[in-house]
């Protein structure tokens, strides 16, 4: 059941479990898929009929208008990971064209829906009185950008030539309740199984609507959409959902809105006043007289001759960067990077830099490599920032779970490390309790020899986390010298965050932690003060293409940010997308696997002495220089790059990005060194590889920090896309566009530069 939640349901917002018992129907709020399938598996066993809702949802209850409470509604909703329909079955089902006989019609019928509209295979699942289809997607989607894509699939069912008898009532309703896999539907007697009948494989909400599309516009002969008037059946509806009822104050702009998608759907003009009046009488509470219909019609009419020039393809130019090498991996990386690569259909990137970032924090704040062969006051810390550059859709997150392994097991160890030291504190602290009444009793004290000390409550060190505020990551830091990672599905969001007013603090605790080396002092006015001895953050996670370049863009021409936290990002790696995925179906290679998680555990508990390392006294870090041949090819690489970075011909941000390069090889080769086995001094085998690392990030942050001019190409297509779809009228403003959320189009800016390139 969680393997299904989790196919299905968002990963953010509050997930309801229904289950109705003696005729009340109750929602349980849970967490995440995991909890959810807990609280639906137990309520299931306790005898209660059991749904899920399909969507996530923002609070766990409000007041609405009329001051009832509610839980469960769209206006609640938030996210959605997959679309549905659901088919019922039964003899009156079928007698009254609402469904059909059988379970075996009902697949049959959906099969040769999926077919004739060249639709991805969805997860099937027999509800015991129905069939429910699935289509998972590889992310969370958007309650608006939900509904205008199951709105289409609504329509799509309702083609004459395919039609579907699913419950209408369902496809497109966000806040839809269904059952899980693993319950019972005791509708019946006895209760039927609820069970998975097929699986199917995650679609992005992009290429599923695409899909949607085509199929709509192959139709030849469409019957009128039953609640928007009759029109031609040449003329398709819109593509987005109207509101059933639209009430005083609202007509106006609804029926503006409404015209704008029929002549984005190229309805003729002679026909457009007759639709728009079936509508304003079907839906306007109460209509608006016909002198105002038409005059909203004629608003925006269409000129009889063409004012706009035929529209060009819009094209994003982006540098080449080269496919990584695997030879620049460590030994004990290579075939497990090779391996999850050809099974998950994805590229080597999206394993190696994650895997890197995961060995420098198992690696931790007490090591440091000394760049220079005698000056040893230049010490990089091994903190490495960075992660993957890539669309929604292309399995980031599950690449990052993979590459994280090594720190899942760092942190069950540390768990168990903890619950050893309280049992021993809780040892001692009997003792002292006992201790403390006999000292009370006068014949007591004599027996005691030594007073003992009152024990401390032992605090528990931590290696990962995900979604904290500062304040509490620098709680968690006081306890965890040895530092911390922080994974996160999208970075953009949070770099965003920083750049907030009043966010001022948290991004100078982030840009103190990427120094790894600097102590921070923590005021609290209940808490008191702590002391970090060292603030040592690693950091990676996934950025959208442009999410990140409309940030690069803001950051790097004078509006924010000019502290180089972008160019503290030395790991990030933007490869080209995969044009088509190519999985290998085979186990996976549990030998690479174990090599892969035993050097990185080593590097958890390595010893200086084992390593040839040598300490300084003072910070009383231990670290390494190079050996005399590879101290010569550092050198000549690092003069090299600085001399680039201060010719100021890469440009200011570029120029603060090399110049933070040589700290990253450096540390890139002790990390190498030590994976693969080395002691002593670096050898040039590692710093060889770590060159190459060079030549790797220098490629993808120019492409990077040269995606800027090309910012605005994601978030031009996605407003085009929404024009087409009839979400605006003729004419439109920016702030029309921002009011409505969208990935990529919530700033002014990035709406006035998509509103730009659409018209240059």
Known sequence: MKDFFTSILPSQGLLFIAAQQGGAMRHHACKDPGEAAEQARALNDSGATVYHACASFSKLSYLDALGKKRQRTADNAMYAKSFWLDIDCGEQKAADAKGYLNSDEAVKALGKFVSDNDLPQPLLVNSGGGIHAYWPLFDDLRKEEWQVIAADLKRLTHDPRSRLLSDDSRTADIASLLRPVGTLNRKYEPARDVRLLESGHPVSATDFHRAVQKALNRRENVAPHASLGAYPATHSAPTTSIPATVSQGERNQQLLSYVGKLRADRMAENLIFEAARDFNSARCKPPLNDVEVADIVSRYAVSQKPTWPEPQPIKANLSEVPTLDLTMLPDVFLPFVKDNAERMGQPYDFFAVPLMIVAAAALGSSWAVCPKAFDEGWKESMVLWGGIVAPPGSKKSACLNAALKPIHKIAEQLTLEHQQALSDYQRLKDDYTDQQRQLKKPTGRAAITQLLMEPETPKPERILVQDTTYQKLADIMCNSPRGLLCSMDELAGALVKWDEKGQEAARQFFLTSWNGDQPYVVDRVEAGTKQIKRAFLCLMGGFQPSVLAQYVKQSTSGNRGDDGLVQRFQMLSFPDSQK?????????????????????????????????????????????????????????????????????????????????????????????????????????????????????????????????????????????????????????????????????????????????????
């Open 580 to 760: 088509e995925l190519t999985e290998v179906d085979r186990r996976a290679d549990k030998v690479a696997e174990e090599m892969m998680l035993s050097a990185v555990l080593r590097l958890r508990h390595l010893s200086p002495a084992s390593a040839g390392a040598e300490m300084d006294q003072v910070s009383t870090r231990a670290f390494l220089h190079f050996d005399s041949d590879a101290q010569s090819e550092f050198d000549n690489a690092r003069k090299k790059i600085e001399h680039k970075a201060k010719s100021g011909k890469a440009g200011p941000a570029m120029s603060s990005h090399l110049g933070k390069m040589p700290g990253t090889i450096a540390k890139l080769a002790l990390l190498i060194h030590l994976l693969d086995g080395g002691s002593g001094p670096i050898d040039m085998t590692a710093t060889t590889k770590a060159l190459k690392w060079f030549m790797y990030l220098y490629s993808h942050a120019k492409r990077i920090y040269g995606s800027s001019p090309t910012a605005s190409f994601d978030s031009t297509s996605m407003l085009l896309q929404k024009i087409k779809q009839g979400h605006f009228p003729n004419p439109f403003t920016a702030r029309e566009v921002v009011r409505k959320g969208w990935t990529g189009l919530t700033s002014q800016q990035s709406v006035e530069d998509a509103i730009e390139w659409l018209v240059t």
